[in-house]
Nanobody, 123 residues
């Protein structure tokens, strides 16, 4: 059984930065970040491969977010810069333990999810 425990998040002013963390127990492969804002569908943000050597991002992020992982700590991070009020959402990390063939940007790919953490960006 894999558990994902998220930390970070909170309230930040527009233009500020935050880093989210997601610590995993157990063996995992690729990991990703998604977010869910009220009234909107869940959005894919970023994916990193098991080694961390391959990362992919949603086009709309325009380089403002960076995903990274530290396999010695079994932890993935999401560094978020130049935050805007539209980035207010609950952010979730997700992990796969096997490749089921689903695309990395779809929730179907992932077997386990973190508990979610609220990020609020004030104007």
């Amino acid at each position: 059984q894999v558990q994902l425990v998220q930390s970070g998040g909170g309230l930040v002013q527009a233009g500020g930065s935050l880093t989210l963390s997601c610590a995993a127990s157990g063996r995992i492969l690729g990991m990703a970040w998604f977010r869910h804002a009220p009234g909107r569908q869940r959005q894919f943000l970023a994916f990193t491969s098991r080694s961390g050597g391959n990362s992919y991002y949603a086009d709309f992020l325009k380089g403002r977010f960076t995903i990274s992982r530290d396999n010695s700590k079994n932890t993935v991070y999401l560094q978020m810069n130049s935050l805007e009020p539209e980035n207010t959402a609950v952010y979730y990390c997700a992990a796969e333990i096997s490749n089921n063939g689903a695309a990395y940007y779809t929730a179907l790919r992932y077997n386990y999810w973190g508990q979610g953490t609220q990020v609020t960006v004030s104007s």
